[in-house]
C-alpha cells in the first residue's frame, strides 16, 4: 500500500467523523461552551484535540508531499469554527493526488516543540507518528464529548464502514 492510500482516505473519513459528531452533540443540546471541556485537569479541550486532528493532516502532508501547510495555532471558541476548521483540512487533503508524495523510503525529519528530533522513512513516519497521533486526538475528542453525554457510539467514529457491510445491522 502507498503512502497515498494510507493517509489521504483514512484522514479524509476520519475528519467527516469528527464533524459528524460534532453534529451529533449539538443535536443533543451541547453547546459552545463544550469546546472548553477536558476529561482531567491535565489534558487538553475539546478544541485543542480539534486543532490538533484538523492540523496533524497538513503538517504530515506537508512532510509527504512538499505542499505548503501552515498550522493553526489558535482554537477555536465555537463549534461551528470547529466544524469550519475540519472543513478546511478535508479540502486542502482532496487536492493531493498520489503522485506528489515522496518515496516510501525518504529521510523524515520530525521536530517536536520541545527539542527533540526523530529520523525516519516516510513510511515509517506514517505508521508510528502521523496517523497514531491523529487518531489520539481524534479518540479524545470522542471521548470528551462521550464524557459530556453525548450519546456516541462506534458508528459514529467509523460511520462510513456501513459501506462495507453485507448482512447484519448497525443497530
Known sequence: ??????TIPAYRQM????SGMLDKAVS??????VMEAKLAEDMHSLA????FVSNMPGEAMQRLTGKPYVSSDGDDATIAAAKARLAAADEYLAAISPDQFVADDSATVLDLPNGMQFTMTAEQYVR???LPQFYFHLTTAYAILRH???PL???DYVPYIVRYMTGGSMG
Do not use: T
Open 1 to 6: 500500500m502507498n503512502l497515498y492510500d494510507q
Open 15 to 18: 475528519l467527516k467523523s469528527a
Open 28 to 33: 443533543h443540546g451541547c453547546n459552545d461552551s
Open 48 to 51: 485543542v484535540q480539534i486543532r
Open 128 to 130: 508510528d507518528w502521523a
Open 148 to 150: 459530556k453525554g453525548v
Open 153 to 155: 457510539g462506534k458508528a
